[in-house]
């Protein structure tokens, strides 16, 4: 009994731990140039392009100077995350 429950938690916590997780085959992946394209199609000035949790992370500036963190899904480059920095001091 105990491990049908351990189970059950398991499947119900696994989507809520790895909402903002990419788990996609690296030959699906579109690649970094393909990434740096659609940065700068949106205005974004990119300092970094790196990799975490299995998506893109694109580290630099928006259109109006203000630091942007975005993770994009690698497959379909989907934004999944924006974060914005209102502070103006860099790393």
């Known amino acids: ?3 049908a429950i351990a189970l059950i938690a ?10 903002d997780d990419c788990f996609v085959p ?12 659609m940065a700068q199609d949106q205005g974004w000035t990119v300092r970094r392009i790196k990799i975490d949790d299995g998506c893109y992370e694109i580290k630099g500036r928006d ?6 963190e975005v993770k994009l899904h690698p497959g ?3 934004v999944i995350e ?3 920095d209102e502070e103006d001091d860099d790393d």
């Open 76 to 78: 379909t480059l989907e």
């Open 1 to 3: 009994m105990t491990r």
């Open 26 to 37: 690296m030959a699906d992946w579109h690649p970094r140039a393909a990434v740096a394209e």
């Open 82 to 84: 924006i974060e914005y």
């Open 63 to 68: 259109q109006t100077g203000r630091r942007v």
């Open 10 to 19: 398991a499947v119900l916590a696994g989507p809520a731990l790895a909402d």
